[in-house]
């Protein structure tokens, strides 16, 4: 509907609304017509069922009362035949009475005694008496039945108007009495609660006693060929359509068996359904009401909506004039409302940022302008430093050129510069210009054209390079003499670097000495300690064997005074068990050699080879064992024996070596218990955790973090080089592959961590 055209707000807004109404009234419309329609249809139908039964028994009720005084008559005339019977007939038929005419018909079937409105004329009473009915139907039927019975409608042959009757039996004889179809009718009217619905008597023929809608159908409709008429003689108070004259009808009918008549009820079918007619007004009532409502509220609804918008519209139009916009509206509408609050937060953010570019604009050192290139590229703007460069105010500068000014003092190279600028959009040059007092300057110019705001403008950079220029020339002429000093400084560095890498190739030599010193050291120290601990086994396998040479020399001196068996026992039990000491000495001077040269061999090639862990722990700690003993500390290995590793067992040898004899020389200076534990477990991704621990007086905290630089000890001067750790370190990271950390508080001992690959790189080893 709106397409691609543009519309006013108010105006877009009137139309929704509109549009909103009517769409929604016909849907309500359309779900009223097909949802409440068939309710009021069913709805009608059930009240219409209900209707016919009450009607029915109203009916009888009234209609009854008839009977009932017929009878009263009756029983009076068979109980006292002698009574003024004429009196009681005469009051039945009194005037705006239900009976026209009242009469008594002997047992021949003669009429004996009458009675008969006043309207009928004053004769006809004695003229329809004597008349013969004996074969009337009504007569027959209660003098069959000895029952009271109505009858059909039928033509009085006392007033010649048509009739129905009522008979009762009055002993011997039969009192009927006819009822006039106008007061059947009214019977009708009083029985029906409800005026809207209409209501028809029939008989059982089908033929139309009474009808509240149309008297005319009286004797002239018969109804015995409907559904609903065919279904009443079957079934108790049926209900459904009814097509009567044209029209459809929804119906109910009740059968009266006292009466033997049919009530039918119906009202007119679908939209002429008094209450969905009424419904279906309401609702057209109701929708064209509201569009009504909402076109007379539409504007002013629009109108109120659409005034904050225009007003913060109006004010977002001149912050983007660059207008001071005002203060924004504050408005009910949340959104409307944040709307405003960020539009003119949105502004002030602006303002403040075109007022920083603008300061920063004034305040450039550099001289920048700007130009329309359309105008012959005069001025447009410029700052401060523009105006002190070129020595004009800047307000004198606006609307001209550098042509009209007469700023260049080649008037060439100004014709070469902007062609260069309409060629590739910027141009750079340094040119003579001339400000306003004759003097000249050098200026680096810079120009690019840009779109700025919708439009093209060219930005003009200006710079005086004047004394820029001069300084170079100076510093060109210093630079010829400079570099003869540069070049003879260079040399007397080049000098010093040589000295310098000399000095620190000596110290590298010094610290490798001293690091294979150290190594030397603690195998001298380990030999030692080795040489201590054979020197108990080979001087109890000496003893030994000088022990048997003293029972042999013995054995030969009394063998000569003669042999006897008990000098063979002495000497074979000295011999067993001199022998027994010997070997056992002998046995344990071999282990420890084999463990020394296990060691030593480690450690002085080593090889790279499979080993397990337990056993290279246990060698070191069997070698280190006089040191462990003199310092008298004990040493507990926990290290489980399927820890196998493809590595150098000589620098882990090395490591562990260094450890051990650092905590023994460092750790327990002043502690009477004396402690170091050493732990193995596996961990995750093929690696092996060690620990060195001792319960001794740990590490300073300003010494903690330095612990593995060389030369750093707290015995440096009694005997320690501060390298053990450094050379551990080495060992550990770059031969293992691994890592060592260290952990300790003062007073609280210490705690080495070596975590290795149980598979080590291949790494070249140290000399």
Not at 356 to 370: C, N
Not at 564 to 590: K, V, W
Not at 711 to 738: D, E, K, P, S
Request: include cysteine; hydrophobic fraction near 45%; aromatic fraction near 6%.
């Amino acid at each position: 509907m709106f397409g691609t055209r543009q519309w006013h707000l108010r105006t877009w807004l009137i139309w929704l609304l509109c549009v909103s109404s009517v769409v929604s009234f016909v849907v309500i419309g359309a779900l009223l017509f097909l949802v409440r329609v068939p309710q009021i249809s069913d709805e009608t139908r059930a009240s219409l069922q209900v209707e016919a039964g009450d009607l029915s028994g109203r009916s009888e009720l009234i209609l009854g009362a008839l009977q009932t005084q017929l009878e009263l008559l009756g029983v009076l005339l068979a109980s006292n035949p002698e009574a003024d019977i004429q009196v009681a007939l005469e009051r039945a038929v009194a005037h705006g009475g239900a009976f026209a005419a009242v009469y008594q018909i002997g047992p021949g079937g003669a009429i004996v005694r009458a009675a008969v409105t006043p309207a009928a004329g004053k004769g006809r009473r004695e003229e329809v008496i004597g008349n013969d009915l004996s074969h009337d139907p009504l007569f027959l039927r209660v003098r069959s039945r000895h029952d009271a019975a109505w009858s059909d409608k039928y033509i009085s042959s006392v007033s010649g108007a048509v009739m129905v009757g009522v008979g009762v039996v009055a002993g011997k004889s039969v009192l009927v009495g006819e009822v006039p179809l106008d007061y059947i009718l009214k019977t009708l009217w009083t029985a029906s609660g409800r005026s809207a619905l209409m209501v028809s008597i029939l008989d059982r023929r089908g033929e139309v006693l009474a009808d509240s809608d149309s008297p005319t159908r009286v004797g002239t409709l018969n109804l015995v060929g409907e559904e609903i008429f065919r279904r009443a003689l079957e079934v108790d108070l049926p209900v459904g359509t009814l097509r009567l004259e044209g029209q459809v009808f929804d119906a109910a009918m009740a059968y009266s068996k006292r009466l033997d008549w049919f009530f039918l009820v119906r009202t007119p079918s679908g939209i002429e359904n008094p209450r969905i007619a009424s419904t279906l007004d309401l609702g057209i009532a109701a929708l064209v009401g509201s569009l009504l409502f909402g076109l007379l509220l539409a504007p002013v609804w629009a109108t109120g909506v659409a005034r904050p918008i225009n007003a913060i519209t109006e004010r977002a139009r001149r912050v983007a004039e660059g207008q001071a916009p005002g203060e924004w509206p504050r408005l009910r509408t949340v959104e409307l409302n944040d709307l405003s609050f960020d539009l003119a937060r949105m502004s002030s953010v602006l303002r403040a940022r075109e007022q920083e570019l603008q300061a920063i604009f004034d305040a450039s050192p550099v001289g920048i302008a700007v130009l329309d290139p359309q105008a012959d590229y005069a001025f447009v703007k410029a700052n401060q430093a523009v105006g002190q460069l070129l020595a004009y105010p800047v307000r004198q500068l606006l609307g001209k050129t550098d042509s009209d000014l007469g700023l260049w003092e080649d008037t060439d190279a100004r014709a070469r510069f902007y062609a260069a600028l309409e060629r590739d959009g910027l141009a750079k040059t340094e040119a003579w210009l001339r400000r306003s007092d004759g003097c000249t300057f050098l200026a680096a110019l810079s120009i690019r054209t840009l779109p700025i705001a919708g439009q093209l403008r060219t930005v003009w950079v200006i710079s005086d390079i004047t004394e820029l220029r001069r300084i170079e020339g100076e510093l060109r002429e210093l630079n010829a003499g400079l570099e003869q000093r540069v070049q003879r400084r260079t040399d007397q560095l080049n000098q010093a670097n040589a000295e310098l890498s000399s000095t620190v190739q000596r110290l590298q030599l010094t610290l490798d000495e001293l690091v294979r010193a150290e190594k030397l050291a603690s195998l001298g120290s380990m030999v030692a300690g080795i040489a201590h601990e054979l020197n108990t086994p080979l001087g109890n396998g000496v003893m030994a064997v000088s022990s048997l040479r003293g029972a042999i020399a013995t054995f030969r001196n009394q063998s000569e005074q003669g042999l006897r068996r008990s000098m063979l026992n002495q000497l074979l039990e000295a011999m067993t068990t001199g022998t027994d000491i010997a070997a056992r000495n002998l046995a344990r001077a071999a282990e420890l050699v084999t463990s020394f040269k296990q060691v030593a061999a480690d450690q002085a090639s080593s090889q790279r080879r499979s080993f397990a862990l337990h056993e290279v722990t246990n060698e070191i700690v069997l070698t280190l064992r006089p040191l462990i003993r003199r310092s008298e500390v004990s040493i507990e290995v926990q290290v489980p024996e399927d820890l196998w590793f493809d590595s150098y067992p000589g620098p882990l040898g090395q490591v562990l070596t260094n450890l051990l004899s650092n905590a023994v020389t460092h750790a327990f200076e002043g502690r009477s218990e004396r402690r170091i534990r050493i732990e193995a477990e596996a961990l995750a991704s093929g690696r092996v955790g060690i620990r060195v621990a001792d319960n001794g007086c740990g590490i300073a905290e300003d010494l903690l973090p330095r612990i593995f630089d060389p030369f750093v000890t707290t015995r440096m001067g009694r005997g320690g080089t501060g390298l053990g750790l450094h050379i551990a370190h080495n060992l550990v990271v770059q031969v293992l592959g691994g890592s060592i950390s260290v952990a300790s508080q003062p007073g609280e001992g210490c705690c080495f961590t070596i975590e290795l690959p149980r598979k080590a790189p291949v790494a070249a080893l140290p000399a």
